[in-house]
């Protein structure tokens, strides 16, 4: 990520530097993953659906330990490949929109709530800010070579109750208290970064 663009990491030290996280991205862009697996301070494995592993790229993903996900269905494999990462200390990293879109964490789906529920890891939100701005010349599809990219981490935080439910209603709950903590995140990095 550092040959090819010129990413602004702030507040990584916002990671912890061990145990189990959950690193919640927005996603506006197809850089976005990769730009946040460049720049973490500590490996990330991913939810990624499964229409990525194809080709080359299928071997190359399994082994840098990211996951393969079938977003049509309740694809039990990922969940307990996920919860493992989790259980093992390490840091997942999940886009709670489960697809590209407009980046603004408007719509989350329930997933991260449940991990983070079920694992009681913390989530760090996380802020790809300028993947979107403007397409490059050699290859439109991506953001212009050498160009910014800021990637900017917040403060953790608990989704879970103290009471430590795990019914739909405490999913729910969480689900909200999530999308509200992440929304604040990129509002602020937003007025941060100037994007």
């Known amino acids: 990520m550092y040959g090819l663009w010129k990413p602004r990491v702030l507040g990584a030290w916002r990671v912890p530097a061990s145990g189990p996280v959950i690193l919640a991205v927005n996603h506006s862009h197809n850089i976005d993953g990769p730009m946040l697996m460049g720049t973490a301070p500590r490996p990330v494995h991913f939810l990624i659906k499964k229409e ?24 039990r494999t990922a969940i307990t490949g996920a919860l493992g990462v989790l259980e093992n200390g390490g840091a997942l990293g999940i886009f709670p929109e489960g697809t590209r ?32 701005e403007r397409r490059g010349r050699l290859i439109s599809a991506l953001p212009p070579l050498r160009g910014r990219v800021d990637v900017v981490f917040g403060d953790a935080f608990m989704a879970a109750s103290a009471d430590g439910r795990r019914t739909r209603r405490a999913l729910d709950e ?13 509002d602020e990095a937003r007025r941060f970064t100037g994007r």
């Open 52 to 75: 990525a592993f194809v080709g080359p790229l299928d071997p190359f993903l399994r082994g840098i330990g990211q996951l393969k996900v079938d977003r049509t269905t309740a694809d």
């Open 101 to 132: 879109g407009e980046g603004d964490f408007a719509s989350l789906r329930a997933g991260l709530a449940y991990f983070a529920v079920r694992s009681g890891a913390p989530i760090v939100p996380v802020a790809v800010l300028g993947s979107t």
């Open 174 to 186: 969480a689900t909200e208290h999530i999308q509200a903590r992440l929304a604040a995140h990129l």
